[in-house]
């Protein structure tokens, strides 16, 4: 068992849990997942790590309630207890000195591209981050940004904070005006998609994460898999990272609907038994 | 006078034409009256060339006659000098192509069911409460095992009895390997398995799941800052091989493994009570007859659509699978398309499988309507460890290399077994799996001088 120390409510959707698991939190690194299997009855849902402290033994995990397991997942406190949580999965993101990098996060991917962001400026990089959120009531860790960002660039959909609109519209502004040596995009997948789009023809290498369903995360049933300019690779143990430009997303879209009818179906009962 | 001839005993089956209604075993197991006429069929050969069909060298002829004499407590005792799982094995073990295919009887009349014998101790042992009670003296030793499949655990039991303190690092959430995720409940119930793998940790042996070695810890930092003096690395073949054809990536195309795993070990049977759907359809198709192919056409089966095909390239007689699972699958109304290769999977307008281009004998084509396609082509080397550990030396498809006798890999006190290792001419089954878990534990106690 493992116990969640604290959690917080980013909106009304969107919480943060801080899970001990020392042995993860010591071996972990930017880029990486954990699976999470919360009881006996659950389903094994992959997440990003979001931070990660080997001094006080946590992992740190951001999550958007989008279906039965995650609103369960709410409901947790601190103190509570998860069965299962498994990591760190996946390859970590290549941390070098790429010169200047662009970080993008979109809606609940702000957070995966945290860690990212810290590592590339401790390695020297000169950070431009652009984090987007359909409205200023859904933002968090604007602080976290500011702190390792050479520029923090803010988007809502709505204009009710920082510039309205996506956050395609600034990335395509900074690539033309400036040098840009590399393009780390994480969200939606139509944003990473359109990320990827903006930068192909500058040749600029765009890093997505994929996030494919996932059953094991180790290599085992190729739920994951994501073709790859032609090849098939699975995403928990050849990614998440991805060459954005060789990724095909329109593969991945259709594959993320594979449980569509069935997740409604458990929406409904739980529904169902909450009204019970 | 000739002596009369004992048919060789039968075990109660479930009825055939319920079976598909649920996920209860198959096959009920002896009766003791039953194990008891069935082991007076055994002739107590002077040569037991039985034993020479298993690969773990069971005392066949001694345990048999112990239950002939209803003695089943000396008689588990003497399979657990090579076995720790007889409930298992006796179920899963390809018996006609192992003892059974060496039984002197065999010759002139029906072998001995020596597979069901086995169960059958295994079961009364269990029913007992019976379990290993070696007396274990620690050496001051430590052993770390990766992956708790049957290669492993069969490691861990030889080293802990020799006093060896082991821990097994398991990657999923529940130990056991294929015996877990893969071989479904009707033919291998999983209360059993547990059971089985509880008489590993009754003995000292922790189990540590969650754990995936190369990721939380690479075989280095194992032998280094954890100083474990000995690793055994026993993480099977689990990555699924592709089909290769068009049509593999659309919606309703998925591996024998990630179907088994959402039925097995997440209980996708029982979704939405548990939380992971299976996401099969009406009309299955299962490419492959081997094991996991049959396994995976009759959990498909049990999961109540309307046709479940097997596609195979080959023809019945080639199948590796179990003859006895085959004719289960028979029974039970899978639907076996023989000397039949996919050609292309056909997609509907928004990706979902809407059938599958076939040819059959290499010419004729047809067209098989199904909207769920299940690949069961075998499975490769799991990459991680690989990746994670520079100096281990693997084979061009990412199997590790071994020296014979050992089983040390090219890393000093750094051994392998099972599936991710191969061995040329051998099928890859539970046992061989524990032999080989059984020869590397050897060569562990040998590294570590106290053999
Ligand atoms: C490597 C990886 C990292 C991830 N990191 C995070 C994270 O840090 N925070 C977070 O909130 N979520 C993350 N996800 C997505 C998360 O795993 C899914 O949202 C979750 O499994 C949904 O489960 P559910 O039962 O609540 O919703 P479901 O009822 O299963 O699905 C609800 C909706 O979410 C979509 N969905 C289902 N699976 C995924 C998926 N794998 N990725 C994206 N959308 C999905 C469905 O299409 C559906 O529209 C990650 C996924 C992967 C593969
Ligand atoms: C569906 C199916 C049916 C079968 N039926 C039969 C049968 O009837 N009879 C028979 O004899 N054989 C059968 N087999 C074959 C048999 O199950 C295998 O040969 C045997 O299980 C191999 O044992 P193993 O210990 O090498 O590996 P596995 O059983 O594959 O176990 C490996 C374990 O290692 C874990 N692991 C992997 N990587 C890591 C890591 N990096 N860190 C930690 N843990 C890790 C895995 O999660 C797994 O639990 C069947 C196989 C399948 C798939
Ligand atoms: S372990 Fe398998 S091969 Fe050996 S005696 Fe038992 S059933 Fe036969
Ligand atoms: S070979 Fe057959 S008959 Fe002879 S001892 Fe073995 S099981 Fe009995
Ligand atoms: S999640 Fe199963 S192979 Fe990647």
Same mark, same amino acid.
């Given at each position: 068992?493992?116990?969640?120390?604290?959690t917080?409510?980013?909106?009304?959707?969107?919480?943060?849990?801080?899970?001990?698991?020392?042995?993860?939190? #010591?071996?972990? #690194?930017?880029?990486?997942?954990?699976?999470?299997?919360?009881?006996?009855?659950?389903?094994?849902?992959?997440?990003?790590?979001?931070?990660?402290?080997?001094?006080?033994?946590?992992?740190?995990?951001?999550?958007?309630?989008?279906?039965?397991?995650?609103?369960?997942?709410?409901?947790y406190?601190?103190?509570?207890?998860?069965?299962?949580?498994?990591?760190?999965?996946?390859?970590?993101?290549?941390?070098?000195?790429?010169?200047?990098?662009?970080?993008?996060?979109?809606?609940?991917?702000?957070?995966?591209?945290?860690?990212?962001?810290?590592?590339?400026?401790?390695?020297?990089?000169?950070?431009?981050?652009?984090?987007?959120?359909?409205?200023?009531?859904?933002m968090?860790?604007?602080?976290?940004f500011?702190?390792?960002?050479?520029?923090?660039?803010?988007?809502?959909?709505?204009?009710?904070?920082?510039?309205q609109?996506?956050?395609?519209?600034?990335?395509?502004?900074?690539?033309?005006?400036?040098?840009?040596?590399?393009?780390i995009?994480?969200?939606?997948?139509?944003?990473?998609?359109?990320?990827?789009?903006?930068?192909?023809?500058?040749?600029?290498?765009?890093?997505?994460?994929?996030?494919?369903?996932?059953?094991d995360?180790?290599?085992?049933?190729?739920?994951? #898999?994501?073709?790859?300019?032609g090849?098939?690779?699975?995403?928990c143990?050849?990614?998440?990272?991805?060459?954005?430009?060789?990724?095909?997303?329109?593969?991945?879209?259709?594959?993320?609907?594979?449980?569509?009818?069935?997740?409604?179906?458990?929406?409904?009962?739980?529904?169902?038994?909450?009204?019970? | 006078?000739p002596?009369?001839?004992?048919?060789?005993?039968?075990?109660?089956?479930l009825?055939?034409?319920?079976?598909?209604?649920?996920?209860?075993?198959?096959?009920?197991?002896?009766?003791?009256?039953?194990?008891?006429?069935?082991?007076?069929?055994?002739?107590?050969?002077?040569?037991?060339?039985?034993?020479?069909?298993?690969?773990?060298?069971?005392?066949?002829?001694?345990?048999?006659n112990?239950?002939?004499i209803?003695?089943?407590?000396?008689?588990y005792?003497?399979?657990?000098?090579?076995?720790?799982?007889?409930?298992?094995c006796?179920?899963?073990c390809?018996?006609?192509?192992?003892?059974?295919?060496a039984?002197?009887?065999?010759?002139?009349?029906?072998p001995?069911s020596?597979?069901?014998?086995?169960?059958?101790?295994?079961d009364?042992?269990?029913?007992?409460?019976?379990?290993?009670?070696?007396?274990i003296?620690?050496i001051?030793?430590?052993?770390?095992?990766?992956?708790?499949?049957?290669?492993?655990?069969?490691?861990?039991?030889?080293?802990?009895?020799?006093?060896?303190?082991?821990?097994?690092f398991?990657?999923?959430?529940?130990?056991?390997?294929?015996?877990?995720?893969?071989i479904?409940?009707?033919?291998l119930?999983?209360?059993?398995?547990?059971?089985?793998?509880?008489?590993?940790?009754?003995?000292?042996?922790?189990?540590?799941?969650?754990?995936?070695?190369?990721?939380?810890?690479?075989?280095?930092?194992?032998?280094?800052?954890?100083?474990?003096?000995?690793?055994?690395?026993?993480?099977?073949?689990?990555?699924?091989?592709?089909?290769?054809?068009?049509?593999?990536?659309?919606?309703?195309?998925?591996?024998?493994n990630?179907?088994?795993?959402?039925?097995?070990?997440m209980?996708?049977?029982?979704?939405?009570?548990?939380?992971?759907?299976?996401?099969?359809?009406?009309?299955?198709?299962?490419?492959?007859?081997?094991?996991?192919?049959?396994?995976?056409?009759?959990?498909?089966?049990?999961?109540?659509?309307?046709?479940?095909?097997?596609?195979?390239r080959?023809?019945?007689?080639?199948?590796?699978?179990?003859?006895?699972?085959?004719?289960?699958?028979?029974?039970?109304?899978?639907?076996?398309?023989?000397?039949?290769?996919?050609?292309?999977?056909?997609?509907?307008?928004?990706?979902?499988?809407?059938?599958?281009?076939?040819?059959?004998?290499?010419?004729?084509?047809?067209?098989?309507?199904?909207?769920?396609?299940?690949?069961?082509?075998?499975?490769l080397?799991?990459p991680?460890?690989?990746?994670t550990?520079?100096?281990?030396?693997?084979?061009?498809?990412?199997y590790?290399?071994?020296?014979?006798?050992?089983?040390?890999?090219?890393?000093?006190?750094?051994?392998?077994?099972?599936?991710?290792?191969?061995?040329?001419?051998?099928?890859?089954?539970?046992?061989?799996?524990?032999?080989?878990?059984?020869?590397?534990?050897?060569?562990?106690?040998?590294?570590?001088?106290?053999?």
């Amino acid at each position: 068992m493992f116990e969640i120390t604290r959690t917080e409510q980013f909106s009304p959707s969107t919480f943060l849990w801080e899970v001990r698991a020392p042995e993860i939190a #010591r071996a972990a #690194r930017p880029g990486q997942f954990v699976i999470v299997h919360c009881d006996e009855m659950s389903e094994r849902i992959p997440l990003t790590i979001a931070d990660f402290d080997a001094v006080s033994g946590t992992v740190t995990i951001v999550i958007q309630a989008a279906g039965k397991s995650t609103l369960d997942m709410m409901a947790y406190k601190a103190g509570d207890r998860i069965l299962d949580i498994a990591g760190p999965l996946g390859e970590a993101s290549v941390i070098e000195n790429f010169g200047t990098t662009v970080l993008v996060g979109g809606g609940l991917g702000v957070a995966p591209v945290y860690p990212i962001l810290r590592a590339l400026k401790l390695k020297c990089c000169r950070t431009i981050s652009i984090i987007g959120f359909r409205s200023m009531s859904l933002m968090f860790w604007e602080g976290r940004f500011r702190e390792y960002s050479d520029e923090t660039i803010i988007v809502t959909d709505d204009g009710s904070y920082g510039q309205q609109g996506l956050v395609t519209q600034p990335l395509k502004r900074i690539i033309m005006e400036r040098q840009i040596d590399r393009v780390i995009a994480i969200g939606p997948l139509v944003m990473m998609k359109a990320c990827a789009e903006v930068t192909r023809p500058l040749n600029i290498k765009t890093i997505i994460s994929a996030n494919p369903i996932m059953v094991d995360g180790t290599g085992m049933c190729g739920s994951c #898999r994501v073709s790859i300019g032609g090849e098939v690779k699975f995403a928990c143990i050849d990614g998440p990272d991805m060459d954005g430009h060789l990724v095909n997303f329109d593969e991945l879209i259709i594959r993320q609907k594979r449980f569509h009818k069935y997740e409604k179906q458990s929406l409904d009962l739980r529904d169902a038994q909450k009204s019970n | 006078m000739p002596k009369k001839v004992i048919k060789r005993q039968a075990s109660a089956h479930l009825p055939p034409e319920t079976r598909h209604t649920n996920f209860t075993e198959v096959v009920c197991g002896y009766t003791e009256a039953e194990a008891i006429t069935e082991a007076g069929r055994c002739l107590q050969c002077k040569e037991p060339l039985c034993i020479t069909g298993c690969p773990v060298r069971i005392n066949i002829k001694g345990f048999i006659n112990l239950i002939s004499i209803s003695d089943y407590k000396k008689a588990y005792e003497t399979i657990s000098e090579a076995n720790l799982f007889p409930s298992i094995c006796g179920r899963v073990c390809p018996q006609e192509r192992q003892c059974e295919a060496a039984c002197v009887l065999g010759k002139k009349q029906e072998p001995v069911s020596i597979g069901l014998l086995e169960r059958f101790v295994g079961d009364t042992a269990r029913q007992n409460d019976w379990h290993d009670t070696h007396e274990i003296k620690p050496i001051g030793k430590r052993a770390a095992i990766i992956g708790s499949g049957p290669a492993g655990l069969a490691c861990a039991y030889d080293l802990v009895k020799a006093g060896v303190s082991v821990v097994v690092f398991e990657a999923l959430h529940l130990p056991g390997g294929v015996l877990t995720y893969g071989i479904p409940e009707f033919r291998l119930p999983k209360e059993i398995v547990f059971r089985e793998i509880d008489n590993l940790t009754r003995l000292g042996v922790t189990i540590e799941t969650n754990m995936v070695i190369g990721r939380i810890h690479t075989i280095e930092e194992l032998m280094g800052q954890l100083s474990f003096d000995v690793v055994f690395i026993g993480t099977g073949a689990g990555y699924p091989m592709g089909l290769g054809v068009k049509g593999e990536s659309l919606n309703g195309v998925m591996s024998a493994n990630e179907f088994l795993t959402r039925v097995n070990l997440m209980h996708g049977y029982d979704f939405p009570r548990y939380g992971t759907p299976v996401g099969i359809g009406k009309n299955i198709a299962v490419i492959g007859c081997g094991n996991t192919a049959i396994d995976s056409a009759r959990t498909a089966l049990r999961l109540r659509p309307d046709n479940v095909y097997i596609v195979y390239r080959k023809r019945l007689e080639e199948s590796p699978a179990r003859k006895e699972e085959l004719h289960h699958a028979m029974e039970e109304g899978v639907q076996f398309i023989w000397l039949t290769e996919v050609k292309e999977i056909i997609s509907d307008n928004e990706g979902w499988v809407s059938g599958m281009d076939c040819i059959r004998g290499g010419e004729t084509g047809f067209f098989l309507d199904v909207d769920t396609v299940i690949y069961a082509l075998g499975t490769l080397a799991n990459p991680i460890i690989a990746r994670t550990t520079p100096k281990l030396k693997v084979d061009r498809a990412g199997y590790i290399e071994t020296v014979a006798e050992t089983l040390m890999t090219s890393i000093p006190g750094v051994f392998a077994g099972g599936d991710i290792t191969k061995t040329p001419g051998t099928f890859t089954t539970v046992i061989h799996a524990m032999s080989t878990g059984r020869r590397a534990a050897r060569g562990m106690l040998k590294y570590l001088n106290v053999l």
